[in-house]
C-alpha cells in the first residue's frame, strides 16, 4: 500500500472520482468512476497511488444509470488495498469539512488554510486540522494458541484480535496492556509492533501489535466483548475481511512463525 500526498495530480496518471452522497459514495463495475458527474460540488484533489490520481467531491442530482451506491466500508473492501489511504483520506478530509464548519473557541465561521487541509478562525487565531484517533490492537498469542474475542456489533461467528482507542496521556504500548486486561483480564509481555492503517470509522489510526500471554484467566468484559477464546493457529473461526488490519496483522502473524 502507498499513499502519495503531493500538491497536484501527477500528469502521468489517469483520474478517478469518489463521488460521495449521503451516507455513501459510488462504483462504476466495481471501480471509482473515471468521470464526475455532470453535476456535482466543490471538487478536492486527494493524491495518488499507482493507478490514478484521486478526487473527491460530492454528487448533486441524479446519478448516472450504471453507478452503484455503496456504503465506505463496502467500498473500502471492494477496492484493492491500494485505495484504502485515499478512500479513508478523502472520508476524513470530507467529515472534517462537515463538522468543523465554526469555531469551536468563539463560533466564528472557519476558513480553509491556502496551504494544507487545515483550517483557522480569523476572529481568535484557533487551529483546525483533521482529527485522528490512535487506536492498538493486539494479538495475543500464547504457544500454538491466539486469544481472539468478539464484540456485540461483529458479523455473526466473527472473532478478532483486541481493539481500543488510546486515551489522554496514555502511550499506546500502555492502552494495549490496559485494553488486554480490562477487555479479557489477561495480562501480556513482549509487545511487538506489526503495523498501522488509517481506517476512516469515523478517523482512526489503527496501530498493530502482538504480544505474549502472560498470566491471567480470560473474562470477557461486560457490554464491550461478548465472547473471548484461545484458537488454535490451524483451527481459527472466521476472522476479519482482507483490507483489515486485523487481516493483515493475522496474516503477518501467522508468516512470520
Ligand atoms: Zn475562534
Partial sequence: MSLNLPASPDPQLPTQWCIFDGNGLYLLAEALPAQAPALHTAVRYIGHNAAANLFATELVGEPPADWQKVGLRQALLTLSADYTPLLARAAQLRRFDQT???CGACAAPLLANAHDHGKHCPSCGELYYPRLSPAMMVLIHRGNELLLARSPQFAPGMYSALAGFVEAGESVEECVHREAFEEVGVRVRSL????SQSWPFPHSLM??????YESGDITPQPGEIEDAAWFHIDSLPLTPPPRSIAHF???DFLAGR
Fill in 100 to 102: 468543523h464548519r465554526y
Fill in 207 to 212: 496501530l498493530a501489535f502482538t504480544a505474549e
Fill in 192 to 195: 511487538r509492533y506489526m503495523r
Fill in 249 to 251: 496483522l493475522l496474516q
